[in-house]
């Protein structure tokens, strides 16, 4: 089952707004904005000033958001706890980490995924990271604590569906991920022709 679903629709005022629904939890963002505004079953809503574009955003189910921020030649991604203050900054650069193109954070907001995009001898390649902001991620190099390489592969979309279980799609495979703590790459499927459109539901 696929718990978050992100969408990007026209707003009458003509901006465009990219939400993120994730069960009790709705965030939305104008386009290349640096507002996010993340609101709750029962109507509570808080607004969270990044200071930056934010060019990608996911919400758990406990309010906890990430988003993916430009800062020229720095990419941050910067984790917020459900009332709003930022408790994680991960910066990225092309050159080391590559290109962060996607988030995801699990139910529970423990567990965070990134698809990373890199360019290396000429050539391509994807990069699925997950982080650990529990006990067991304290251990570890900027709480990475599991990550996966795809050479010639390029990787838009990784999302988990739930607390444990992740998929992560390519232009010419697709990924499955589970793990509590320390996610695994436990499937992997090389597809004949290039995908051309994903789309996930919530059944």
């Excluded at 901006?15 to 965030?27: M, P």
């Excluded at 609101?39 to 988003?67: E, H, M, R, Y």
């Excluded at 360019?119 to 599991?146: H, L, R, W």
Aim: hydrophobic share 35%; aromatic share 10%.
């Amino acid at each position: 089952m696929v718990s978050a679903i992100r969408i990007t629709r026209a707003t009458p005022c003509g901006t465009r707004l990219t939400t993120c629904s994730r069960r009790a939890f709705l965030c939305g963002r104008d386009y290349n904005g640096n507002l996010i505004y993340d609101i709750s079953q029962d109507g509570t809503s808080k607004q969270i000033d990044t200071n930056l574009p934010v060019k990608s955003l996911s919400v758990a189910a406990n309010g906890v958001v990430a988003a993916i921020l430009e800062d020229g030649d720095v990419t941050w991604i910067n984790v917020y706890n459900p009332t709003g203050e930022k408790a994680v900054g991960i910066k990225t650069t092309m050159q080391k980490s590559g290109y962060p193109v996607s988030v995801s954070l699990s139910d529970n907001g423990k567990l965070m995924m990134v698809a990373y995009l890199k360019a290396e001898s000429g050539s391509m390649k994807s990069i699925v990271s997950f982080y650990n902001f529990d006990e067991v991620g304290q251990n570890y190099t900027d709480t990475m604590v599991s990550s996966y390489e795809y050479s010639d592969t390029v990787i838009p979309l990784a999302e988990f569906a739930g607390t444990h279980t992740a998929y992560s799609v390519g232009n010419n495979q697709f990924m499955l991920y589970e793990g509590n703590e320390i996610p695994k790459n436990i499937f992997q499927n090389f597809m004949q022709e290039e995908v051309q459109d994903v789309r996930s539901s919530g059944n």
